[in-house]
């Protein structure tokens, strides 16, 4: 039997900026883009690449509106985001703790 | 102040197969080319290429010798290999733990 699951590891959340998005959602539930793009320090390009595919994923649900007639995103942990996240540490804490 | 550092993730270390091969290793201290293969269900070329790229950062040595005219690849954690891994799981920890 085998004891060592690397493939256990979610690709989609495991991603650094990916990782660094879930784990600020897991405790805020959501965010607006630029607080985001702020606490990652990252580029407008690079977080809404990697905000799509957590989208795709279905991890974050993604809303734009307009605040003071300035447009505004804002980013949502979903329920199957949550479940995706706890479901990743549980992997990467096994992988580690062998 | 931002109390949140993605890039404090060392992306060397990061990558799924050699988090695999190195959690592996801090574990063993050492292994051959075929038991690593075997408990991270890869190929031999694609084993190859994460271990040299942990190899060119010095956090493994490899030795390659022959066994019974057999050639043999021992793979083996530097002390700089265990003091990036244990930065690496704190660099994480406080990630996952804000």
Redesign the interface.
Known sequence: M?S?D??A?D?II?G??R??IM??L??AGSADFNTLKQ???TTDGNLSVHLRKLEDARYVSIEKSFKDRKPRTEVRLTDEGRKAFISY?DS?TK??S?
Do not use: N, T
């Open positions: 085998k060592f690397i493939h590891i690709e495991h650094r900026l990782l660094g784990a600020y897991i405790g606490h990652l320090e540490l990467l992988l580690i062998q």
